[in-house]
């Protein structure tokens, strides 16, 4: 998955842009966009969505973000969307291992409610959100099956830090909001998960956009979060392997075909091990299916 776009879950204008928009995933989104008196609207409106585009051929994966375990939202949030089998939940404010855990039980219990496969309905995280979670971010690992990407948040964990911004006069992340995107990476990385870039708040910068995109796919994120449907096309962009790229790994992946049992390869006056081999193997993987 390379873009996922965010849609306030109360707006249809928005929700049918969305599917337009040529996002790979679509978050239909119950919390911080949608005012406190919108949530009931915004579960009616997100459900009705889900049940409709759930039955197209060709459509975006379909998440969506509940309200955080610590508001007493999230129950009502996953009562009303789980009969529309969202192909994953959206955790903000995760704090670690034990908060996906938590929300994996309250997915099984209305799983089997809503008559669905235990399993049905995977997990995404918000991993950086306040500071207590940048102390967790190394516990993902085994906490759910369910789980297949973490992202970070800047917004709010500016808040919690009490940081009067989280981005120098350049535009660039001020040292506590590095500190968070790096430990997105790893942690995500130590639990055998997708890495999936934050978004970039300034819409109407294509040029600033494509540069932190850039940087994102350089670290290790496999995607980036979007806000407006103007970002798309640049993140799809950037996130695709390249012919080169793609030609590379190929080649690596036939160096080792070629070299049964044998742990390290030369290709190009450049030194190839094992980790390349795997490396190479998800790069086409991802070329294959975004
Ligand atoms: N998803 C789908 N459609 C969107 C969209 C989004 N995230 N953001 C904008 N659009 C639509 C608008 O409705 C508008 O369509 P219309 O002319 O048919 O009404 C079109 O794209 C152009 O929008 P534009 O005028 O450039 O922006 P805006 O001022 O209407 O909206 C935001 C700006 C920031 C309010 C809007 O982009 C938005 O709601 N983003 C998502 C916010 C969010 O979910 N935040 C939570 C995660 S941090
Ligand atoms: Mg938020």
Same mark, same amino acid.
């Given at each position: 998955m390379r873009s996922l776009l965010f849609v306030p879950g109360d707006s249809p204008r928005k929700l049918a842009k969305g599917l337009e928009s040529g996002a790979d995933a679509l978050i239909l989104d119950l919390e911080d966009s949608v005012a406190a008196d919108r949530k009931p609207e915004?579960? @009616? @409106?997100?459900?009705?969505?889900?049940?409709?585009v759930s039955a197209e051929g060709r459509r975006p994966?379909?998440?969506?973000?509940?309200? #955080?375990?610590? &508001?007493?939202? &999230? !129950?009502?949030?996953?009562?009303?969307?789980?009969?529309g089998r969202p192909d994953a939940i959206l955790l903000p404010k995760a704090e670690?291992?034990? #908060?996906?855990?938590?929300?994996?039980?309250?997915l099984a219990a209305r799983e089997a409610l809503a008559g669905l496969p235990d399993g049905a309905i995977g997990i995404m995280a918000i991993a950086t959100e306040t500071a207590a979670a940048l102390f967790a971010a190394g516990t993902y690992a085994g906490a759910s099956p369910r789980l297949s990407a973490l992202t970070w948040g800047a917004e709010d964990l500016s808040a919690d830090i009490g940081a009067e911004t989280n981005r =120098?006069? !350049?535009?660039?992340? &001020?040292? $506590?909001?590095?500190?968070?995107?790096?430990?997105?990476?790893?942690?995500?990385a130590a639990a055998r998960v997708t890495?999936? !870039? @934050?978004?970039?708040? =300034?819409?109407?910068?294509?040029?600033?956009?494509?540069?932190?995109?850039e940087e994102a796919r350089r670290d290790g994120f496999l995607g980036k979060l979007a806000i407006h449907p103007g970002q798309v096309a640049v993140i799809n962009e950037?996130? &695709? $392997? #390249?012919?080169a790229e793609i030609a590379k790994a190929e080649a690596v992946i036939a160096a080792f075909?070629?070299? $049964?049992?044998?742990g390290v390869v030369g290709i190009d006056g450049m030194m190839y091990d094992r980790p390349h081999l795997e490396r190479a193997k998800r790069l086409l993987a991802r070329a294959r299916s975004p």
């Open positions: 915004a579960r @009616t @409106t997100s459900l009705a969505f889900l049940k409709e994966r379909l998440l969506v973000r509940v309200n #955080s375990l610590d &508001t007493g939202l &999230t !129950d009502a949030d996953l009562d009303a969307v789980v009969a670690g291992g034990p #908060s996906v855990i938590h929300l994996d039980a309250k =120098d006069a !350049d535009g660039n992340f &001020t040292g $506590p909001f590095r500190l968070a995107r790096s430990l997105c990476v790893a942690a995500a890495a999936l !870039d @934050t978004v970039y708040v =300034d819409f109407r910068n294509a040029d600033g956009l494509r540069r932190e995109a950037v996130f &695709t $392997p #390249s012919p075909a070629a070299a $049964p049992g044998i």
